[in-house]
């Protein structure tokens, strides 16, 4: 790395040190702003913010309408830079409706050296890392060394059903060399990490009505069928015991991870103990015998979960009552080559086949996606993590959750790379979510290190 | 039946007609008092406005305190008389938080000729109409030719679980020669209705919990199990396609029905096409042939009901969560000479066994009856309601419901029946409960006339 880089990534450190106040300030606002996609809450008063939070650090700054969530885009470019880098976020958020939220989630309060708040982690104060990263090269030396597109979006959590599009429409504008994504938990050693893929998901919602309203347990009890039973028995046909989806097609388009990723998953140390007493779990599934089966359980096969059902009377005491309709929300988590729209259609299909009544809903679809982390720019990334860090990433083959990355992958055709500058407990999309203020900051150091390694790698290209 | 007796029925009648009005008034006021035993919302009040309400009707009213909700006592004796009757009825009543209510159900509104209210016939519509009797009876000729005790209790919405060993210890304060409960749906037939049995009931509460919060379905989906999927899993288990319940014991004492009730229940007109339109259920269990085996599975079999069950996310759009716990309500109608006890504790160990890290708790037992309408005293209620409503009654040899008044049988030894004073629409436990106004009236006819003929028996007895 030349001095020059050198310099200007001391300079720029030196200045977020001595402004880590204002810039905490600015993520405090942001966190406060509701933006819950799923309600739809606050979510263009979030854009403008992110917005003027762009502009701010002196990017140019614009929002475009969608059919959903407005996109927020901020980009910089400079006469003599060729690599083109864009970071990729979302400011929409998970509801934040459990009880167990020890202070108000859209209150940002400070315990014990981590951000409390809903989207501390997922994924506003990991972009934001980002954000302060360039507002501070371009406070301390007016220029950043290689161009920068920032695009944030406004309904990853509901599925990015936009994005997809949108990154048809933009090609131009937003193509880049390289894409990364701040996002996800990182991992209990507190090694950077660096993730390769993601799952897919479709999400569908199952509803049942067989009556206008509930009926009396005990004087239709045995004559009028009950939905909520009905949706049992059908997750009890869907789901084996071995967690095996039980509907033809589903397993035929699976990926069997290659040897490289197999021995990359291998490396990550996992301790189902420390697992249990972090998150708080009572049991893993039966049989997880090693790390191994931990990671190729979350990255190289699908799952179908219940995130929630409901029927009938479920507040305190008793009521007597053959509900008149039952909900069912499920998840599946897909992986290459899955194809969300396939495997929504076949979900569907055995749903109504063994519960013809049944009504489906598609609320999302993500497409699952893997590359391997062989190039130049991939290398440099994770040679600036542990610089950053002062200790070797941990390089997963493919997170566990899902990320719109698949279609930068495809419409933009740049490779991306999400990294974690979260940690293991971070409780994304749970209650009581936090970022340490210490890997926001180890977050905003491998952002300026990153920028520079590849500015590097273009001045290299170009002799 | 005596002249004098005729013409006290027909002077209390009069003054029922002439009054209406304003017993319409104190039944509205009864009706609008919250009375919600399952959260205890404004049962110490309602205890009291129904012991001002009997003392107005002119008996001796007193409340008498419980380990749970006060009972209600108006008693009246008169020398010469050696006939007591026992008239029982609850002044609690379900909780009301359906959205589809057309009006407030704590604010009674007359619509069509029908009151609506939460309680309007399940039950404090279908006791009033006792009370107003007595009060007429004793405004017009100031004496009743039977001794009357009316109990009152809080409870029977939570399954009654202070009235066995209330009437134990109050045996004989409460001797009486015959028990009358006015309660429960009548039949579409508009005929009126004589119950001689209920079905008994368990209620069970299983709880699953396996983290301290909601997890991340996209992080974990695969690694930790979910609490719904068990609890889904636990339900198929449990309740066969057949409706069979897979509970070893479950069926052991059920007894079968004589010939005799076979006989009450083939008589009892049923249109499952009236059935599906009326109460706005979709379809009937299939294989219901014929009406014998639609009251064959409501008054000689027992079944598992799934009152509730919730877990996870389940409001609009989407969170993808593997959720933390999953709670079950679940409510078991049994027949004789099963005993709400042991079924309640063989389900549990059943739970236990497909579940073991399930938490049950029992919410309520009530014991199941079925009595044979054979002595001088049924067959004078069934000729006084013959004559209240110019129609043959249809005999029931059971409830599909649940009634304490097994506890009167044994406890009291005193033959409880239960008539309907209701109608069959009158949407008991859901929203937009109902009494039609002029079976309230046919309900204080009833009364009138049953007093009369036990007082004609009486004295025929003491002739």
Redesign the interface.
Known sequence: MTDSSRSQTAAASEYFSSNRESFLEQLFALLAQRSV???GEGIPECAELVRTLLEKAGLRASTIATDGAPMVIGEYERPGNRFTLLLYGHYDV??A??P?WQSDPFAPTVRDGRIYARGASDNKGQFYAHIAAIASLLAADAHIPVNVTVLLEGEE???SPNIDSFLQSQRERLAADLVLIAD??GHPSGRPVAVFG??G?V?L?VSL??????????????????P??A???L???L?G?D?TVNAPGFYDRVRAPSRSEVELARAIPFSAAGFRRT???????PS?SDNLE?WR??MF?P?L???????????????????SK??L?L?A?LVPDQDPTEIAELLASEIRRLEP?ATVNY??RMTPYRIEPSDHATTAVLASLARAWQSEPLVYPS????LPAAGFLTALEAKPIVLSYGHHDQ??????ENLRLDHFELGVHSTLEIIAALAELDRNAQN
Chains 1, 2 share one sequence.
């Open positions: 996609s799923t309600t998970q509801p409706d459990e167990e959590e509901t599925g996800g938990p993601a799952r998901l999400y919602e009505r067989n009556a206008e309203t509930d009926q009396h347990s005990g004087t239709y009890g045995g004559v009028t069928p009950n909520a039973v949706l049992s028995r997750i009890s046909n789901i015991t967690r998150i708080g779990v009572r049991a893993l599934e997880i931990y359980r979350i096969e799952n979960n219940v995130s929630g059902i409901a029927s009938g009377y479920t507040r305190t005491g008793m009521k007597s009552v053959i509900p039952a909900v929300k998840d988590r009544e609320l999302a997170l566990g959750g899902s409780n994304n999309h749970g209650p009581n």
